[in-house]
């Protein structure tokens, strides 16, 4: 890559070794339980999180609405915070294609929902009512900054879940990512949910795929709603491979994506003319602001950095960016982005 591409960690490439497994892979007509490499994708990923079973599908997005498909029935509630990717992001497929009723807290700063809050929106019987069933929890919370939601919090919506007969669904497309960053085993993080699902896609470089673990009959219902989703795939054992190399060599070496962060983070609090806490920065992204007495517009930024730096970061709105680190973002990358963001604010007299 010669391009310094931090816009997010889906752009990452698969690694060669990826490649070499993905022209290798044995394979089998997937929709009906044939392909060899799919199955053991499903069963590592399924053992790894401490689930009884999980099924690969195309995108975390469909990883979720599938999710909240075999989780809840029309007319059921999902309780989830107002800046979870499945909110924001999803293009609402929980009601549009679901006919599930999304029940918005505000999330946090740390990514959480208040407990009392949750609490709140659960409803009584009563035939006013959508019937109150799961709730989705969001780790690393993408939106919040990367951040990594701390174990006790988990457990303790699994608690309050368990007082009113919930159903809990962790959004876990980075979900390594928060089990590096608390330095835990991510079964301590996935225990307290019914189901989980987690991105290959990203940080962990795979070209394509998420998986969806949980209970052996919660995954049935969620092969029958990838199949209607039309995420039935055939020979998928060539991106499974990819996926298998995903999780045995990409999840220990996220440390090095949160160092990069870090030293991304810190380069930019010293840089005048940009706001961010580096303490903020918890995983992968950094989350920053240009100050309002910096005399340049967000776009241009971003379009010099590319242009004359060969540099992309994402605009979020406003005065705010994400740069988000992954494998192909070395040291030595983050200093190239470091330099060409401070040139062009030097030059715009900050
Ligand atoms: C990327 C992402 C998803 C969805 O993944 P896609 O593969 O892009 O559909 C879900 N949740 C979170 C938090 C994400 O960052």
Known sequence: MNT????????????????????????????????????????????MVGKEAAVFVPSGTMANLAAAMAHCGRGDELILGNQAHSF???????????????????????????????????????DHFPRSRAILLENTHNICGGKAIPTSYMAAVRQLADRHGLVVHLDGARVFNAAVALNCPVTEITRHVDSVSFCLSKGLCAPVGSLLCGPAGFIRRA??????LGGG????????????????????????????????ARGLADTTGVDLDPAAVETNMVYFELNESVPLEPATLIERLDREHNV???????RLFRAVTHYWITPGAVDTALQGIQAILEEAGS
């Open 4 to 47: 310094i591409d931090l816009r997010s960690d889906t752009v990452s490439w698969p690694t060669p070794a990826m490649r070499e497994a993905m022209a290798n892979a044995e394979v089998g007509d997937d929709v009906w339980g044939d392909d060899p490499t799919v199955n053991r994708l499903e069963e590592m990923a399924a053992a």
């Open 312 to 318: 992309k970061i994402g605009g979020r709105g406003g």
């Open 233 to 264: 795939m055939r020979q998928a054992g060539i991106l499974a491979a990819a996926g298998i190399v995903a999780l045995e060599q990409m999840i220990d070496r996220l440390a090095e994506d949160h160092a990069n962060a870090r030293k991304l």
């Open 88 to 126: 924001r992001y999803e293009a609402g497929g929980v009601a549009v294609l679901g006919g599930i009723h999304p029940h918005v807290l505000p999330n946090r700063p740390d990514g959480t929902l208040a407990l009392d809050e949750i609490e709140a929106a659960v409803r009584p019987d009563n």
């Open 223 to 228: 092969r029958r709603a990838r199949k209607v």
